[in-house]
């Protein structure tokens, strides 16, 4: 990677940029922000892109005066103007913004980021509008499969749909993805074409016997949409004589066998042993919550309850966000023990049919394809 910093003072000077590779610009007055992104941009592509930083606005009027040729440009509001899209050669514009839309403007060539976002959900949505992403993964060695767990902290949150929906977006990725309900009583194949249960008795006296290799034992039963997925139970686990543990030991063993890119595991609400070893065992963790004040209370006594809570592996998801509503992440902030990610607006509905949205079409949301680039990372 090429990268120059331009602060207050420099001045241009003729570069030698590689015109092979991708050139990113990020302006902000903040150096500190900015050198974020650098540190993020140089993990995940060292020496694919010339990178150049700008903090002092000088500068940047000064090489805007010449028509400029990049593939990305990162700006904050201060350093931001109409002409900079007429006279310029820029393919893609992300505007930092302290409002956190996360919405395309009215230009469909510029993007909003929420500048203080999670750095990796930053990184992803640049990577994944610009296609940064696929060119770094062209040259990169495949990543091992990863167990992706998704849990929240009190039922009615929507996590199921928005877990099917991430799982849909990967699979539009081209990533091969198998989806776990981990239900005591199952209920998920509501958003599913074909409903059927596994009927077959020897199968469940199987994954018994089995209890820790169980992937080899179900492999046989999983369907396809537009991921692969575990058929339901035909009963709960208990009237099947089975605990929960059976879901850790099929998510475990999938990862195993290196079929899957992702395994998604769809948690049901409770912190009993068997969640807790899921949450250990899991390469990520996607705790799913929405604006109300009883789930955002419930979310805070949950992390008290987690240790090891870090900005790499957990991230923090805003579901059926209502911007009309009040948003008690907002107005309870001085007492929150966590930073929300990203919020998905809500859709749960075709507001002209009242038809509930399908995963298929949510996975088309910009904030779903947003999750799924950073599980991506």
């Known amino acids: 990677m090429t990268a120059h910093i331009y602060e207050k003072g420099s001045q241009q000077k003729g570069m030698v940029i590689n015109m092979g590779k991708p050139r990113i610009i990020i302006a902000d007055t903040d150096l500190n922000y900015i050198t974020l992104l650098e540190l993020k941009f140089v993990e995940e592509l060292f020496d694919k892109v010339n990178l150049e930083m700008i903090t002092d606005k000088e500068y940047f009027d000064s090489l805007f005066q010449t028509p400029q040729k990049a593939d ?95 799982a849909a977006a990967l699979a539009n990725q081209f990533r091969h993805v198998l989806y776990i309900n981990a239900g005591h009583l199952q209920t998920f194949q509501q958003h599913l074409q074909q409903q059927g249960t596994i009927i077959s008795i020897d ?41 929960y543990k059976i879901y850790e030991s099929l998510a475990t063993s999938a990862k195993k066998t290196g079929e899957y890119d992702y395994i998604i595991v769809d948690a049901e609400t409770a912190l009993h042993e068997s969640n807790m070893n899921l949450l250990n065992t899991a390469d990520r963790v996607v705790f799913v919550m929405n604006q109300n004040e009883s789930s955002v209370v419930a979310a805070n ?62 996975a088309e949301n910009e904030s779903i394809k947003k999750i799924a680039m950073f599980l991506m990372t």
Do not use: W
């Open 203 to 243: 199968t469940y006296a199987k994954l018994v016997a089995k209890d820790s290799n169980a992937y080899p034992v179900i492999k046989e039963y999983i369907r396809k949409e537009n991921f692969s997925y575990i058929p339901p139970f035909k009963a709960s686990l208990v009237a099947l004589g089975m605990s």
């Open 72 to 166: 990305v440009m990162i700006v904050s509001d201060d350093f931001y103007r109409e002409t900079l899209i007429i006279h310029n050669d820029i393919e893609n514009i992300f505007l930092i913004t302290e409002n956190n839309t996360g919405q395309r403007t009215s230009d469909k060539n510029i993007i909003e980021i929420y500048k203080y976002s999670n750095v990796n959900m930053i990184y992803s949505q640049i990577a994944g509008a610009s296609g940064l992403g696929i060119k770094a993964s062209e040259n990169s060695a495949p990543k091992k499969s990863q167990i992706i767990l998704f849990f929240s902290a009190t039922g009615g949150v929507g996590k199921t749909l928005l877990s099917m929906s991430v």
């Open 301 to 362: 006594m949950m992390v008290d309850n987690i240790n090891g809570l870090n900005s790499d592996k957990h991230i923090f998801i805003c579901n059926n966000f209502d911007k009309q509503k009040n948003n008690a992440i907002v107005t309870m902030n001085k007492g929150l023990k966590f930073s929300v990610d990203e919020y998905v607006n809500h859709v749960l509905e075709d507001t002209e049919t009242g038809r509930e949205v399908s995963y298929e079409e949510m």
